[in-house]
């Protein structure tokens, strides 16, 4: 529509925070143009390095296209969740809950995280008990109310809060997601009563059984829901002062994007707001590709992210522990590990060489970015020393980079190994190669897949680099890079939807006589399917509903979530959710228990809001030779020969569809550098992915 009435061109932008780099991908939805940028990134106030990279990001693109665009969507990735989480920083927080139930999140599942580790600590409880207030009200297991709410008590709870200096409640009461009447009348009363409050309630935040995970989830949602104000309060007025007036949407764990309004009230929905984004847009270009089953590699500079994609589906949890705080919310199944290119070697007290998962993250930065680390190596300095990485600049030239610094600290640190500097940096790489790929085997084998079955799909600024070495670890056969690896993250967040996740816990006997019961469990779901649909403003042709149900052996302490099909629920569909059910707990678990009983405890519906999006299309083969994208040779040490070696260096702009390069090589790109070792070839498929595959494959 703006395209027609200012006669300007529209863009859709996309922006990710991470820990050392702000990455910008803008697309012009007219031209089909896609132009990326990425800055440093300001953890002190993340909406500085959003706003700045949107601001030369679409200076860069009127540079290169000679027009002012109007910006129509921005949906942006952040870690202010995550980070206030993991640092400690959220609000000071307060709770009302059901008399005698205040101990419930210290007193957790009374089981240990890590059986035999002596040393082991619980992470913080983010609403002190003395915070923790307690009000008369009992609801039953059926609904029926026991005791009835002592609505004075919640009115001298919410006053002695407020005298505390407390921003953020939680409320939580048992079985509120059966009847919410009482948390609905606290609600009302804590506003009435302190106004100011952020409050978090648990049967919005997360309506299913099992007290402690959502008493849990909702205690971090009110700790995060401050923070998140402030940073979109801070966020929107500089979006505004580049011209941008539309509300920006985030990402969420899910993989799908939310408003900037129901972020600030569900903030623990964006605690793996970032990496969901990547897996989004690896799922759509590998599809594209024809490669449906994945394992996504995302390598930054503070963190390495994987997951597994089968048959085009990212896989999901309902339920996941994040920096040691059990959420009941929808998330991709994605696995972190501390390895990304800022992370720090060093040598541990039984004098071995480790790596992570302490991070230089962007501020300082690695020794080579000559920004004020002076002793710390890292992953990034490995690969510089190395002369995988250019030696003397990245990013264009707009990064200068110091390699006889690198070369020092990295020569330090290899006379207390009593290796010579070069097997010091390779012994960098090696060992965090290996933690990636400890990582890979938990979201694969641990699991139940074979990570040799699938495709490595590799993106993240410094996950092109070691992708290949990754994946003969792992035995696999391929790997992908896509066009622009180093912002992938940036492009799913045009490359997704919009998505909300809605359940009910239903707890009975998977009988073959059943369909009844879950058809009337799906008459509320469906009605606020419908009320989340209108309130998107989504046309009937762009809604997508998804059915799955929870299922467990009677007595088990964990579901596994399985699809539930479309129309009437009769005896053939309930006999199909049963053989479903026990074909996923012989992968998972090794066994079924024929005899049984299998019993349902949530109803759940995926909703999908179709919104307009990046589109990819296939390029044309080139007539030109490979050679015309050759752009010099560079020295650099491989050991799988031994040493040096005269490495032809690659342009990444100018390669195309069925150009094919033998290894070993590198190819150079604005926002990543990708290795192909001897042995390899990589060709240009016609969406401009890199397909490398070992040569006797």
């Known amino acids: 529509m ?12 996309g922006v990710d925070s991470g820990g050392t780099f702000t990455d910008v991908c803008i697309y012009d939805t007219g031209k089909k143009y896609i132009s990326i940028w990425k800055v440093s990134s300001t953890p002190q106030d993340p909406s500085v390095g959003i706003a700045g990279g949107i601001e030369q990001g679409l200076l860069a693109y009127r540079e290169a296209t000679n027009a002012k665009p109007v910006v129509e969507y921005v949906g942006h990735g952040t870690t202010v969740a995550t980070n206030a989480l993991i640092v400690g920083r959220g609000a000071e927080t307060g709770m009302i809950t059901t008399a005698g139930f205040r101990d419930v999140l210290e007193l957790r599942r009374q089981k240990r995280d890590a059986l035999y580790d002596l040393q082991t600590e619980k992470p913080p409880i983010l609403a002190r008990r003395d915070r923790r207030l307690e009000v008369k009200e009992r609801v039953l297991f059926d609904g029926r109310i026991l005791v009835p709410l002592a609505e004075e008590e919640v009115r001298t709870a919410a006053r002695k809060l407020r005298s505390e200096g407390v921003k953020a409640i939680a409320v939580c009461c048992l079985f509120s997601f059966i009847d919410a009447r009482h948390e609905q009348t606290i609600k ?71 408003s900037a309004e129901t972020a600030q009230n569900f903030p623990v929905r964006t605690v793996l707001s970032g990496p969901a984004a990547g897996v989004t847009g690896a799922t759509a270009i590998g599809s594209l590709s024809g490669f449906e089953d994945l394992i996504t590699f995302d390598m930054g500079g503070t963190s390495t992210d994987v997951s597994l994609i089968q048959q085009g589906r990212a896989q999901t949890s309902n339920e996941a522990v994040v920096h040691g705080y059990p959420l009941k919310v ?15 070697a060093y040598v541990d007290a039984g004098g071995m060489l480790q790596v992570g998962p302490r991070s230089a993250s962007a501020v300082p930065g690695p020794i080579c970015y000559n920004q004020g680390n002076d ?48 097997a010091t940096a390779q012994g960098i790489i090696s060992v965090v190669v290996a933690n990636m790929a400890k990582a890979i085997r938990v979201i694969s084998v641990e699991r139940g897949y074979d990570p040799r079955e699938y495709t490595l799909f590799a993106f993240g600024g410094a996950g092109p680099i070691h992708a290949t070495r990754l994946a003969r670890a792992l035995d696999m056969r391929r790997v992908v890079i896509p066009k622009f ?20 816990t239903k707890m009975q006997e998977l009988a073959e006589d059943c369909g009844g019961d879950i058809a009337r469990g799906l008459v509320d779901l469906e009605q606020r399917a419908e009320a989340w649909f209108e309130a998107e403003s989504i046309a009937q042709e762009d809604r997508k509903v998804v059915r799955s149900v929870d299922l467990r052996y009677g007595g088990q302490g964990y579901e596994i979530n399985i699809g539930l099909p479309e129309g009437e629920i009769d005896a053939k569909v309930v006999a199909a959710l049963r053989s479903d059910f026990k074909s996923a707990h012989q992968r998972l678990y090794g066994y079924v228990s024929e005899g049984e009983p299998i019993h349902i405890t949530t109803i759940r519906l995926e909703l999908t809001g179709r919104v307009a999006k990046v589109e990819l299309k296939p390029h044309p083969a080139v007539t030109t030779s490979v050679s015309q994208a050759l752009k010099a040779y560079r020295q650099v040490w491989l050991p799988e020969v031994g040493g040096f070696v005269d490495c032809p260096l690659y342009d990444r702009d100018r390669l195309g569809p069925e150009h094919v390069i033998q290894g070993p090589a590198i190819i150079d790109q604005f926002d990543s550098t990708t290795l192909v070792l001897p042995g390899q070839s990589a ?11 070992e040569n006797d494959a």
């Open 330 to 344: 929808p998330m991709l199944d994605i696995y972190a590990v501390g390895a990304g290119g800022g992370s720090i």
């Open 485 to 504: 690896p180093g912002v992938m993250c940036a492009l799913g967040l045009l490359l997704t939807d919009l998505r909300t996740s809605l359940s009910t």
């Open 2 to 13: 703006l395209d027609k009435v200012d006669g300007l061109p529209t863009v859709r932008v």
């Open 683 to 693: 060709n240009v498929d016609p969406y401009l992915n890199l397909i490398i595959e």
């Open 375 to 422: 002793d710390e190596p890292t992953v990034t300095d490995a690969n510089v020393v190395l002369q995988i990485l250019n030696p003397t600049h990245l990013l264009d030239g707009r990064l200068p980079i110091d390699q006889a610094k690198a070369k020092q600290a990295i020569a330090t640190l290899g006379a207390k190994l009593g290796l010579d500097t070069m």
């Open 188 to 258: 009302r009363i804590v506003l009435e009563e302190f106004p100011e409050a952020f409050l978090s309630v648990s049967h919005e935040v997360a309506p299913e059984f099992r007290e402690y995970e959502r008493f849990s989830t909702t205690v971090v949602n009110a700790y995060l829901g401050p923070v998140m104000r402030q940073y979109l309060q801070r966020l929107e007025p500089r979006l505004e002062e580049l011209g941008i007036s539309v509300e920006p949407h985030l990402t969420q764990s899910n993989g799908g994007v939310i």
